[in-house]
């Protein structure tokens, strides 16, 4: 399911919310920034994989 934004999408997924809040600060502030562009649970998957790559 697609949403208007990153905001829309952590209110109606409580698993996306679950998710998001489990990533560092600084990934989570970086996705806020790009807000828009992230519109569904799969989209914010791809954006923190990419961002959260190397952190291992």
């Known amino acids: 399911m697609h949403y208007s934004d990153l ?3 952590l209110r109606a997924e409580p698993e996306a919310k679950h998710y998001f809040d489990t990533f560092p600060d600084y990934a ?3 996705i806020n920034t790009r807000s ?3 519109n569904s ?3 914010l998957k791809d954006y923190a994989q990419d961002l959260l790559r ?3």
């Open 41 to 43: 649970f799969a989209s």
């Open 54 to 56: 190397g952190d291992d």
């Open 28 to 30: 989570r502030e970086q």
């Open 7 to 9: 905001n829309a999408l």
């Open 36 to 38: 828009d562009s992230v």
